[in-house]
């Protein structure tokens, strides 16, 4: 098994989701080579020989300098062509949205979006709203994929060494129609759950609007971000951007603090990639429990309060 990773990266700091998407490679097997494309590839390829991959080729063309969706086609293309990988991977970002279908359609390989898993050649996908995994076979021999956030964790990156080079591809300015805005922007608010390190996110246990000044207190303590089940952000006690789940962010912190959440399907798709959830619920049957590390059973209303003081008294 060959596989090529596109790495995305921004002004040289390496995307969390490629990281995944490494990770995601290794649990796979076989050769990998990353392809880290524009003006500060070598900063990016100098974190990548830090893993257990084959090799980085760097490409830096005067023409693609930064993302642009018929520049980074042209080059993944000419890469394809020259290594021939059976898989193409990427984390499934707003980035990797724009190239892949266009990669995919010049290539002739299809396409296999927001997977999950590939299980003894199925790729998995997770269909109707996350309720169900779909077992997708291609018969095509290759394929190009993006992994859903979160599916591989970046700590499983298996370290070693690789090594780096430079691959020479043959672009002119006719091919390059379209110009790039400034790079995408995963929230468009100042909150970035998506890489956040410790979250408190607020359910509906939560009871009251007035209720959540005790997340955010929480959160100061803990310099955590906040973050909202959807019946939350419904009911306009936080805005949309907050929402974690299968319609908001899908977020991996070290610590998930789960406050008065009953832990659906469509909550807990977007958060079970966290290292560690601390759930509070005073239903001792939520299923919140189910994936929680750490399950206290209580009234969040008493017991936020009393952590809020231990943790500042210690
Ligand atoms: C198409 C679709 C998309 C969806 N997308 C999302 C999504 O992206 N994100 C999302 O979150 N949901 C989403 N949902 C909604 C989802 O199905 C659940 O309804 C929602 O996640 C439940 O939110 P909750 O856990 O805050 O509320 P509830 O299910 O009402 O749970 C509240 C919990 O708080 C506990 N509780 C109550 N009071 C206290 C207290 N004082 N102390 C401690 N615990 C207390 C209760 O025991 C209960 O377990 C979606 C639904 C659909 C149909």
Same mark, same amino acid.
Do not use: C
């Given at each position: 098994?060959?596989?090529?990773?596109?790495?995305?990266?921004?002004?040289?700091?390496?995307?969390?989701?490629?990281?995944?998407?490494?990770s995601?490679?290794?649990?796979?097997?076989?050769?990998?080579?990353?392809?880290v494309?524009?003006?500060?590839?070598e900063?990016?390829?100098?974190?990548?020989?830090n893993?257990?991959i084959?090799?980085?080729?760097?490409?830096?063309?005067?023409?693609?300098?930064?993302?642009?969706?018929?520049?980074y086609?042209?080059?993944?293309?000419?890469v394809?062509?020259?290594?021939?990988?059976n898989?193409?991977?990427?984390?499934?970002?707003?980035?990797?949205r724009d190239?892949?279908?266009?990669?995919?359609?010049?290539l002739?390989?299809?396409f296999?979006?927001?997977?999950? #898993?590939? !299980?003894? %050649?199925?790729? @998995?996908?997770?269909? =109707?709203?996350?309720? &169900?995994? /779909?077992?997708? $076979?291609?018969?095509?021999e290759?394929?190009?994929?993006?992994?859903?956030?979160?599916?591989?964790s970046?700590?499983?990156?298996?370290?070693?060494?690789?090594?780096?080079e430079?691959?020479?591809v043959?672009?002119d300015s006719?091919?390059?129609?379209?110009?790039s805005?400034?790079?995408?922007?995963e929230?468009?608010?100042?909150?970035d759950?998506?890489?956040?390190?410790l979250?408190v996110?607020v359910g509906r246990?939560? #009871?009251? !609007?007035? %209720?959540?000044? @005790?997340?955010?207190? =929480?959160?100061?303590? &803990?310099? /955590?971000?906040? $973050?909202?089940s959807?019946p939350?952000?419904?009911a306009?006690w936080?805005?949309?951007?907050?929402?974690?789940?299968?319609?908001?962010?899908?977020v991996?912190?070290?610590?998930?603090?789960?406050l008065?959440?009953?832990?659906?399907?469509?909550?807990?798709?977007?958060?079970?990639?966290?290292?560690?959830i601390?759930a509070?619920?005073?239903?001792?049957?939520a299923?919140?429990?189910?994936?929680?590390?750490?399950?206290?059973?209580?009234?969040?209303?008493?017991?936020v309060?009393?952590?809020?003081?231990?943790?500042?008294d210690?």
């Amino acid at each position: 098994m060959k596989s090529l990773v596109i790495i995305e990266h921004k002004n040289g700091v390496l995307h969390r989701m490629s990281r995944e998407a490494i990770s995601g490679a290794q649990k796979i097997g076989g050769d990998i080579t990353a392809l880290v494309i524009g003006e500060n590839a070598e900063s990016v390829s100098s974190e990548l020989s830090n893993f257990q991959i084959e090799k980085t080729f760097i490409v830096n063309h005067e023409l693609v300098p930064s993302y642009n969706v018929d520049g980074y086609k042209e080059i993944i293309k000419q890469v394809v062509d020259s290594i021939s990988p059976n898989i193409i991977i990427t984390g499934h970002t707003y980035q990797a949205r724009d190239f892949m279908p266009r990669v995919s359609a010049a290539l002739d390989i299809p396409f296999i979006p927001d997977i999950v #898993e590939l !299980e003894n %050649n199925f790729y @998995i996908k997770q269909v =109707l709203n996350s309720k &169900l995994n /779909a077992s997708i $076979s291609s018969s095509s021999e290759r394929a190009l994929i993006s992994f859903q956030s979160a599916s591989y964790s970046e700590e499983d990156i298996i370290k070693g060494s690789s090594r780096s080079e430079s691959f020479d591809v043959d672009l002119d300015s006719s091919s390059i129609k379209s110009k790039s805005d400034d790079p995408f922007q995963e929230s468009a608010s100042e909150v970035d759950l998506e890489s956040a390190e410790l979250i408190v996110s607020v359910g509906r246990g939560i #009871e009251k !609007e007035e %209720n959540k000044s @005790i997340a955010f207190e =929480l959160a100061e303590v &803990l310099g /955590a971000e906040v $973050s909202a089940s959807r019946p939350v952000v419904d009911a306009g006690w936080l805005p949309s951007s907050r929402q974690v789940g299968s319609s908001g962010s899908t977020v991996s912190p070290k610590l998930y603090l789960s406050l008065g959440v009953s832990g659906a399907i469509q909550h807990v798709v977007g958060m079970k990639g966290s290292k560690n959830i601390l759930a509070i619920n005073k239903d001792s049957e939520a299923p919140i429990f189910e994936i929680a590390d750490y399950a206290v059973v209580g009234d969040l209303l008493e017991i936020v309060p009393k952590l809020i003081t231990a943790l500042q008294d210690s």
